[in-house]
């Protein structure tokens, strides 16, 4: 069975300062991991996923395999960055395994 | 494009009622999940649909049922509520090919008292 945990439920950060969500997964298989984003009062939306390896409003996500994580990253936060992050995982089929989330807090 | 589509976007249904909820997939997908999200979690896989059969499930009781109609579009039926099927559904749509992304409604949220 698949697993992924985000071991922070709340990030906060200042404006300016870097920022760096955890996400550690468990898979026997190879799997694909994604970076879900959720805005107030909008609707969960893809960020970026690790096998376009690109950059996505300053975000970049290196997928380890060795440590099974897949770790979030940006240098600079903006107080647009504020909002709910979700980490998933897709195995097998086409089913996401979610972790619980991660809320980000960008103070000016 | 309206991308997905659910409704309603809030219910109140009391303990032992039964409730459907309603998706239309974005324009171009063919299949949709369903996904349950409790309070402070992240979302829990419920089931697939596609090509109108059921093609994988998650960890959720039978009282959890589903249909899929030829135009693509979804509807998750809950049977015997219960106060812990309160939570936001989200409906996710996607195109078979795996190189296709997710697309997410916006959710109903659903409150058993």
């Known amino acids: 069975a698949q697993r992924v945990t985000q071991p922070e439920k709340l990030l906060s950060v200042f404006k300016g300062a870097p920022v760096e969500l955890k996400c550690n997964y468990s898979y026997s298989g190879s799997p694909e991991l994604f970076w879900y984003v959720q805005y107030s009062r909008q609707r969960l939306q893809l960020l970026l996923r690790h096998i376009s390896r690109e950059s996505i409003k300053g975000f970049t996500a290196d997928l380890n395999k060795g440590e099974t994580s897949f770790h979030l990253k940006k240098p600079f936060a903006q107080e647009e960055d504020s909002a709910m992050y979700y980490c998933?995982?897709?195995?097998?089929?086409?089913?996401?395994?979610f972790g619980g989330g991660t809320r980000v807090l960008v103070k000016p | 494009d309206a991308g997905v589509t659910q409704s309603p976007t809030h219910l109140i249904k009391t303990r032992g009622q039964q409730v459907t909820l309603r998706c239309s997939p974005k324009s171009g997908h063919d299949t949709v999940s369903w996904y349950q999200q409790a309070l402070g979690q992240g979302p829990q896989f419920i089931f697939q649909?596609?090509?109108?059969?059921?093609?994988q499930r998650g960890n959720f009781p039978d009282r959890f049922s589903g249909h899929q109609f030829p135009n693509y579009s979804s509807e998750l039926n809950v049977n015997a509520l219960l106060l812990g099927d309160s939570a936001l559904y989200l409906c996710?749509?996607?195109?078979?090919?795996?190189?296709?992304?997710?697309?997410f409604g916006s959710g109903t949220r659903l409150t058993v008292v």
């Open positions: 996710a749509s996607s195109f078979q090919d795996r190189n296709y992304g997710y697309t």
């Open positions: 998933a995982l897709r195995a097998a089929g086409n089913k996401l395994t």
């Open positions: 649909y596609y090509e109108e059969e059921e093609r």
